[in-house]
Nanobody, 120 residues
């Protein structure tokens, strides 16, 4: 199983980006999907999570600006980033809890990360 993230880039403060992350391989089911941010010199932190049922949870710093969504048929999670600030800069990683057709138990998988740079 591989998670491929994309959509990052360089944007001015106040701008928007849309990140996506797709899981591929022999997947049986996908549970929670999340996005994390690793800012320069900082630990990786949870930004947003969406459950199988569509419930969402956000870090306080992004509430009202970011929106997480998912396409279950495509094993894909999205993160819409609006009103971007310089402090949103960093590498965004997707994470999924899923079961493969090989093991049929839930494990966590991470994408390779996509860089977001917000200029002031």
């Amino acid at each position: 199983v591989q998670l491929q993230a994309s959509g990052g880039g360089l944007v001015q403060a106040g701008g928007s980006l849309r990140l996506s992350c797709t899981a591929s391989g022999s997947i049986f089911s996908v549970n929670d999907m999340s996005w994390y941010l690793q800012a320069p010199g900082k630990q990786r932190e949870l930004v947003a999570t969406i459950t199988t049922g569509g419930s969402t949870n956000y870090a306080d710093s992004v509430k009202g600006r970011f929106a997480i969504s998912r396409d279950n048929g495509k094993n894909t999670v999205f993160l819409q980033l609006n009103s971007l600030k310089p402090e949103d800069t960093g590498v965004y990683y997707c994470r999924m809890t899923l079961a493969t057709r090989r093991r049929y138990i839930l494990d966590e998988y991470w994408g390779q990360g996509t860089q977001v740079t917000v200029s002031s």
